[in-house]
């Protein structure tokens, strides 16, 4: 008897040992892992990918659909994925493609095609036409590749229901998913009018065989009385063949909210004062040098008179001066080696997306004032990539997808989480990227979303934070070797015009103002799309050297290049633009030296041109001639130039957006 009270005794004791010891060793993984993941998050590293997908696959001899859960694309089959799969395809050949002189939008054009085009954001391609997140995937049994578009995923976000619940209501999911088409640019794909099937059109001895789609659809969820629908976020339209979907672009559409700019700076005075900055790990000697400038910037001494700069242009001409000094003074980047061409480190000096690699290429070529080669001593870390470049290298024609894009970016940040110690101090807080594509936004949603973005498409309803990123001006560069050619204008008693724009009819805005302007007012030259030729971009360049106000309407995206050559040819820019964040709206006084209008006041747009005074207007243009040299690149940086004006503002939104520990 005594010998089995002392077993359970011995077993008790044993069981509570193992018990601590394998807590132990649970706590211990957690801890390194917190240290070691890009995002510093172990516990969600544990937990399922909160996106699945579903797969839906259409048979011929039943016109059922079978509907099941994939919990990541990578589980799928390897037989299923070609080695040609548009997931992974890169564009490699350049015959007849001239990057730098590029001025489509989301688009690869010729030499002669840039050449000749007057139209600095033209655009003969429909690439920007896509719906987000879907992705072409070749099926290696049943769909001939060159057929594209004969199979398509929509990716499902789940953000209530659970996969079972999902399952449970595949059948009136799929009365929703059914009637999904795909767009004309898949003519291998039709629509079964009997059974409300998509299939692949093989006509083989006068029949339709249909093959297996994968549809991957972002969907929302509702909860009624009947249970969880999914609801399909695309809108049908007919066509004279039968039902066909063409999901309205949302650069088509007006945007749902508008932001005026005197609310985007309350945002910024509020943004100022609360920091949502991540608060870094572990203290850091460079952290403390930022917030020892913070406190100088925030009680400059009073600038009264300074040769160099001229008061009206800035919010607070003592806090830039002070703040720019600290720069020269403080500042030290570390440029990440890692990465490969042509994405990373080769700089784009001409056409529309120039800035970024103007930026680049000045950040990297030795800048000695700001770069350090130990990134122990820096206070930002430069992620030095082009997205166009990535545009380029990556993006499928037509393909209306940009997936991938954005993977190719996920991978490198995890990469230099993995290999550094610096992102997961700060979440990457104090990392920052320059891009001027328009995709920019989405292609770095998420993975980089703390870092500091230098963004051409400022859309505060696009994710762009003021007080923490700036918007980069977005600059059109003719020639590479000479970037100040035909600067300049004409003085102001002689611009006989009293507005010019000419363009093409990008997005749903310029239609509008073209219908209300176009041949209505012989002041008002008011254009579309100038005919192709040198003369013709000649005459776009004195037109607007030769005009008072120079119209600035947004395009597919908020951004346009008007603005910056507005300011090069010395007229005064008329921004058209709901929800646009001016170019480094933290520091400037864009009301000195522009005109704001919202896009619902363009049937206004003379009445409000011509109740500006005479005075204000010279005034204005005055202030056009003193704000230029802030948007100007130079082969080499010049004190308060553009590659120094973009520094500064990723300087001055880091020093008010740090957090001590």
Request: net charge neutral; with cysteine.
């Amino acid at each position: 008897m005594d010998y089995c009270v002392k077993i359970k005794k011995l077993v008790q004791f044993e069981k509570r040992k193992w018990v601590f010891l394998v807590g132990l060793v649970g706590l211990t993984h957690l801890f390194c892992q917190s240290l070691m993941l890009p995002y510093g998050n172990a516990l969600l590293s544990l937990l399922p990918d909160d996106k699945s997908s579903v797969v839906v696959t259409a048979e011929d001899d039943d016109s059922s659909v079978k509907i099941s859960i994939v919990e990541n694309l990578g589980t799928l089959a390897a037989s299923n994925l070609d080695s040609q799969s548009l997931l992974v395809r890169r564009v490699t050949s350049t015959v007849g493609r001239d990057i730098g002189n590029d001025d489509d939008k989301g688009s690869v054009g010729t030499d002669n095609q840039e050449k000749m085009n007057p139209d600095p954001d033209m655009d003969d391609d429909d690439d920007f036409d896509f719906v987000e997140d879907e992705t072409l995937v070749n099926n290696s049994n049943n769909v001939d590749m060159d057929k594209e578009g004969s199979v398509m995923q929509i990716e499902i976000s789940q953000q209530h229901e659970s996969l079972s619940q999902i399952g449970e209501q595949g059948d009136n999911i799929m009365k929703n998913i059914s009637v999904i088409q795909l767009a004309k640019e898949s003519p291998g794909v039709v629509l079964d009018s009997e059974t409300s099937e998509m299939k692949d059109k093989n006509v083989k001895g006068g029949s339709v065989t249909s093959s297996p789609l994968l549809i991957e659809s972002q969907v929302s969820t509702t909860s009624s009385a009947e249970g969880h629908i999914l609801m399909v976020n695309n809108k049908l339209s007919d066509s004279t063949n039968g039902s066909s979907v063409k999901k309205k672009m949302r650069c088509d559409m007006p945007p749902k909210t508008v932001t005026p700019v005197n609310e985007m700076e309350r945002i910024l005075v509020r943004n100022r004062a609360r920091s949502r900055a991540m608060r870094p790990r572990w203290s850091s000697e460079r952290d403390q040098e930022i917030l020892t400038a913070k406190l100088k910037i925030e009680s400059p001494p009073i600038l009264n008179n300074d040769p160099e700069l001229y008061a009206p242009l800035f919010r607070n001409i003592s806090m830039f001066k002070r703040s720019y000094e600290l720069m020269e003074r403080v500042l030290k980047v570390y440029v990440y080696k890692e990465g490969e061409k042509p994405i990373f480190h080769q700089p784009i000096l001409k056409g529309l997306y120039a800035s970024e690699g103007w930026f680049m290429k000045l950040m990297e070529g030795g800048n000695k004032r700001f770069l350090v080669k130990d990134p122990r001593k820096a206070h930002l870390f430069y992620m030095p990539f082009s997205s166009r470049m990535l545009e380029y290298t990556l993006y499928v024609r037509n393909s209306h997808n940009r997936t991938n894009l954005r993977h190719y970016l996920k991978d490198y940040s995890e990469k230099i989480a993995s290999k550094y110690r610096f992102w997961n101090r700060t979440g990457g807080a104090d990392h920052f990227l320059v891009a001027c594509h328009d995709w920019a936004p989405y292609e770095t949603r998420h993975h980089m979303e703390h870092c500091i973005k230098a963004l051409c498409n400022a859309d505060v309803t696009g994710g762009f934070k003021i007080g923490r990123d700036v918007s980069l001006p977005e600059t059109y560069v003719r020639s590479a070797r000479n970037p100040l050619r035909d600067l300049g204008g004409k003085p102001p008693s002689q611009r006989s015009t009293l507005a010019f724009f000419a363009g093409n009819m990008h997005g749903y805005l310029r239609p509008i103002l073209l219908n209300h302007w176009t041949d209505k007012d012989p002041r008002m030259k008011i254009l579309g799309p100038m005919p192709p030729g040198v003369a013709s971009k000649m005459n776009y360049i004195h037109q607007m050297k030769n005009s008072k106000y120079c119209i600035c309407p947004k395009g597919y995206e908020v951004n346009s290049p008007r603005i910056v050559e507005s300011i090069f040819y010395e007229c005064v820019p008329v921004i058209i633009s709901d929800n646009f964040v001016p170019p480094f709206f933290e520091v400037l006084n864009w009301d000195a030296f522009s005109v704001i209008i919202a896009e619902k006041d363009i049937p206004n747009l003379k009445t409000i041109l011509v109740s500006i005074p005479e005075k204000k207007y010279l005034d204005m243009q005055l202030n056009v001639r003193k704000v230029q040299k802030h948007f100007l690149w130079h082969a080499k940086p010049l004190k308060y130039d553009l590659f120094h004006m973009t520094l500064h503002s990723i300087w001055y939104n880091r020093v008010f957006q740090i957090k001590s520990r």
